[in-house]
């Protein structure tokens, strides 16, 4: 009923910024929470950013990431991006997109998302 396909990663130097990219199609009128998640190979997956759809656009960011990504969206083409600036090697990971239909949004809950996109690779080399 809704899809999510995730674009843009690619590798890069530490220091580069890259804009990610999720496509959301199908019935998402629903849809009040869009998050982004990472995994790193034999590492736990972790929450980067939210947006609550619902309450202004309000945006959070795990601690990690905080002052150097930004999250977003564009109502009119259905899309939400991840800006990264100042990328260092621990932010290598696979980058996942997900939405959720209701209740508290935050990125903190990944195992209340009820939608995935299949993610997208960030190297970062130094």
């Known amino acids: 009923q809704v899809q999510l396909v995730e674009s843009g990663g690619a590798s890069v130097q530490a220091g580069g910024s890259l804009t990610l990219s999720c496509s959301v199609s199908g019935y998402t009128t629903n849809i009040y929470c869009m998050a982004w998640f990472r995994q790193a190979p034999s590492k736990e997956r972790e929450g980067v950013a939210s947006?609550?759809?619902?309450?202004?656009?309000?945006?959070m960011y795990a601690n990690s990431v905080k002052g150097r990504f930004t999250i977003s969206r564009n109502t009119i083409n259905n899309t939400l991006y991840l800006e990264m600036n100042n990328l260092k090697p621990e932010d290598t990971a696979t980058y996942y997109c997900?939405?959720?239909?209701?209740?508290?949004?935050?990125?903190?809950?990944?195992?209340?998302?009820?939608?995935w996109g299949k993610g997208t690779l960030v190297s970062v080399s130094s």
């Open positions: 947006i609550d759809i619902d309450n202004n656009d309000n945006t």
């Open positions: 997900a939405a959720q239909r209701g209740g508290y949004c935050s990125y903190h809950y990944g195992e209340d998302m009820d939608y």
